[in-house]
């Protein structure tokens, strides 16, 4: 049976350069951050529990060396410094508004010699500027965007770099500089100070004993040792968690109460920033053990210390070492660039399987492909080889992937016209507006460009070559001079010049018998081996301007943009997109020799799959399956046997020592053994959408025992479970547990919790989200308003469509007071009483989603990019094993990165996709072409309300439209393409103007 064709419009990255861009010669030198600082402050704050989190009391010690005003030689020791001042400060209304609060403090303080106690006024003008400012002391904390705001006046918007963060007034005195911070994500922010009004000459002096230089700005030293944490280990910290993965002897300490002051709070409180100082020396001398000039703290993230690590080795940045680079190419590149491939092809439907997964999966394929000669050649030249590839496609098989002289020969940038070939395709699928990729049979009428593995994947997966157009390769020459060897953590030799990082960082993890030093060699083999060279940073332009770009992706034009891309310095899209269509080249070899003994997979997800499978082979139920078991439909289940040779046969791809790495680069993961026998068992697993599955064993009563579950979707829930500030993900086990009973004949548990309202944690940590409470914030003071890094709770109406309401209230663990919150819907600013019943007319309260409504639609959510076993749209309760579902593009789109604004489009505040990605459109261009190809003269001059002159003259472009004139004239010709486009596909009424016209650009004919 022939599936037919479903038409989407397709997005494709671009690469972007901004026109006639500024002149960076004449801009002041930025301060490089002090990395051996003669003076640490460490601080941390307590505020109230109302919204306002206004500052309650803090504390701070101070350490310094004992020789303060003496360069010490040698590595410095956490011994020579000693604690020279510790105190407590206090919000400056504190003695008027909680005479109680303010009497403990001063009592506490009396009993305790040499403890100062100042107010919020006095530590600012006396402690902080002091050392941060003047003395360029370190300011530390565990979370310090959160600690360094509270003790501010007042907040503006940064601009410059810092542009879409936030700016503190900590002091009336306006000689001293403005805090800044800009939050990156969850675990990072930028934090500086900015260019005092007035500068004396020792704000000049770049470092001690260095002359006066009038472009340098200090602009201070701060760590945040959240950050840092996750730096160094990849993985989410508290203070807590931080302190015990470090071996901090005594560390984050508890109180019943948060919000009042007492002796015991006041303890806490103190305890805490023992804790910092504490989790500092441990996470410094960590650090300290890398030996890459970073200062600690820009170190910001494994990738940035994975990036430092490529510059100690000598190793020059791509576009660096090669300026001169064609952006044409790199727009190719761009344009083939796909994430990884994650799909569940087993829907609803538990089905026993054999879990395995590639071994470093991006590291592995680096090395199979050689990429390291890319990274550190001298040259790089561009070569067409159409001809080659044409004949490589037309003729490989399978059984050449697994000779890995082909692999080498990867590197190759390849333009198709694509006739129903399993391709990556980033589209909106279903209802959602969100781009997801699919790997689908997909036909286009314009060429598009993809890299060579993911054209012989698709030769793989359907025994059809790929219409080959053009290819280019990427052609080494020489090695970068200065190459030189490097320790990697200090103890683990690597020489540049004459081995393969990628492949040598696997090597001496397998080889080390320190855990510490294995972790480390883990998160840096991932973290210098793929993202970095797709990074990209986007940056607001000021509110109301826009910036000109060229833009090269499938075509080359101009666009104006009101986000721009700064590429970081590693980035080079072409190594991205090789390392990318690589790992998906990896699966499609996997899924291949699957499917060539018959059998199927119930997930796949990056470098890993569900092989379905029994230890001795067999038929399992299933809708759609294409084989038989007494008249029903059923999938075939390899054998463990056959699984294990497949394993087996991926060894010939291992690019690594076999005496070091023995075996194959496939392996059977730890599910498929005993916890405690390490006996092999049998797996199974239940699939629900792509990152969505559990994998479980069964009990000797039939009852599920799940040892691996998914999280996605339902990880940014607060824990419902009590009262807590740790994360606890038990709920989402007993989730799964609930999910999985009756497809074993069980009757599931109750959750407990699930008739309580959902509720999500969000950090108000932008000038933007700041908007969101403005009603709640006019005519406060400072003091009382919701401010920047405040924490809130969201809750979401029950009720669908466009007008659904978010709530937002006062940041509460404790589920039992999560009805009776202050509730403000922050797009109306409308005061509500929230209820998880049923809501009545002629009431304030909202019915939110509980708990329970959002695991029903956990449980039926759809895997969009696939059909259903009779060829269906995949619904809610689709069952059985999916269907590749054969798309048509009706149109392409240039898109920014994805991740614009991630945390807020994970709540839920922003629904719409032009907040979310960056459009690039020549939309003036694309609505002349509209309106000499597709209307006459009179037609578009009755669409656009103008007249029939005014059309002539914008047609020869004598003139155009501009600001709202030429909005208006965009959101008509919009609205007439939808119009045109609906007939084929209704899904077009969805579209926005910038997406309808880049369709109509880029239509068949």
Known sequence: MTTPLTEHLMAVRAWTRRQQAKSRQS?????????????????????????????????????????FDNELSGPVAWRDYRLVEEGLFYGDDLPERDPQGWATLQDYCRKQPGLHLRSRAEFVKRVFYPLAYEARALVVGFNLPFDLSRPALQVGTARKRMAGGCSFMLSGDYSWPRARIKSLDSKRALLD?????????????????????????????????????????????????????????????????????????????????????????????????????????????????????????????PLEQHPNFPPAVLGRAM???????????????????VYVDFLSMYPTVNALMENWRLLTAEQITVEDVTKEVQELVAHVTAHDLFRPALWRRLAVLVQVAPDGDILPARMRYGESNDWQIGVNPLTSQTPLWYTLADVVAA?????????????????PHGRQPGLQPLSLRGDMSV??????????????????????????????????????????????????????????????????????????????????????????????????????????????????????????GGLVPCPGGTHADGGAPAVKALSWAEVQQLVDRFAALTPYDQAVVPGSILQLEDENYDTDTHERRQLYCLAISAKRYALYNLDAAGRPVLRKWSEHGLGHLLNPEGPSDQPS??????????????????????????????????????????????GWNEGQAYADQIKPFNFVVLAHAASLGPNRQTLIAPYETDPKKWLDLDWTDVRTQTRHQITTGESFGGTT???????????????????????????????????????????????????????????????????????????????????RRVLQADLSTAQAAQLVGRSERTIRNWRVGQTQPRGPSLVEVIQKVAAWIREQLAVSNPKVARWSDLEALAAWESRPG
């Open 27 to 67: 801009r002041r030198k930025l301060a490089e951050p002090i990395s051996d600082h003669s003076v640490v402050l460490v601080l941390d704050a307590e505020t109230t529990t109302d919204p306002s989190q206004r500052l309650l009391f803090g504390s701070y010690q101070v350490y310094a060396r004992p020789t």
């Open 193 to 317: 100070f900015n260019a005092p009004k007035a500068v004396d000459e020792t704000d000049t002096i770049p470092q001690r004993g260095a002359a006066p230089n009038p472009r340098f700005r200090f602009q201070g030293s701060f760590l945040d040792l959240r950050t840092l944490a996750f730096a160094l280990t990849n993985a989410s910290h508290s203070l807590k968690s931080a302190g015990q993965a470090f071996g901090v002897a005594q560390g984050k300490g508890e109180t019943e109460q948060h919000g009042v002051i007492t002796p015991g709070y006041i303890d806490y409180n103190r305890q805490d920033v023992r804790a910092t100082w504490a989790l500092y020396t441990k996470l410094r001398t960590e650090y300290e053990r890398h030996p890459v000039d970073l200062p600690i703290t820009k170190a910001l993230s494994p990738a940035a210390i994975g990036k430092a690590y490529l510059r100690a080795m000598g190793i020059t940045p």
């Open 335 to 353: 344009a083939a660039y796909y994430g990884g491939r994650a799909e569940a092809r087993v829907r609803h439907l538990p089905v026993p399987v």
């Open 459 to 475: 030769k793989l997966l359907t025994g059809k070559a790929p219409q080959v157009l053009h290819a280019q390769r990427l052609v």
């Open 495 to 616: 020489d540049p010049a004459q081995q393969d990082f990628f492949r040598q960082v696997v090597e001496l993890r397998k080889q080390t018998t320190d855990l510490t030093q294995a972790d480390f060699l883990k998160v840096l083999a991932n973290a210098a081996s793929y993202g970095i060279f797709a990074e990209m940073n986007p940056q607001e332009q000021p509110s109301g301007k826009t910036a000109a770009v060229d833009v090269w992706g499938v075509r080359h034009f101009s666009a104006e943009v009101h986000r721009l891309e700064q590429p970081g310095v590693w980035a080079f899209p072409p190594l991205a997109a090789f390392i990318a269509g690589g790992a998906r080249l990896m699966l499609a070899l996997l899924e291949r020799s699957v499917t060539d003994l018959g059998g199927t997979y119930a997930f796949c997800d990056t470098d890993s799959l569900a092989i379905v499978a029994t230890e001795h």
């Open 729 to 774: 993900k038990r709920w989402i086990k007993q989730v799964w547990e609930y999910l999985l009973a009756p497809f074993h004949g069980q009757t599931p548990e109750p959750l407990p919790w699930a008739d309580l309202p959902a509720l999500s944690r969000f950090t108000v940590s932008t000038p933007t989200l700041l908007k969101y409470f403005e």
């Open 845 to 927: 309260r909202v019915r939110v989603k509980t708990y329970g409504d959002v695991v029903g639609l956990y449980r039926v959510h759809p895997e969009t990019k696939f059909l259903g076993p009779e060829g269906e749209p995949c619904g809610r309760t689709t069952s059985g094993l999916l269907r590749r579902q054969p798309v048509l593009t009706q149109g392409i789109i240039h898109i920014g990165k994805e991740a614009n604004r991630v945390e807020e489009v994970k709540v839920g505040l922003i629904q719409d996709p032009e907040a979310v990605y960056t459009f690039y459109v020549d939309a003036w261009d694309s609505i």
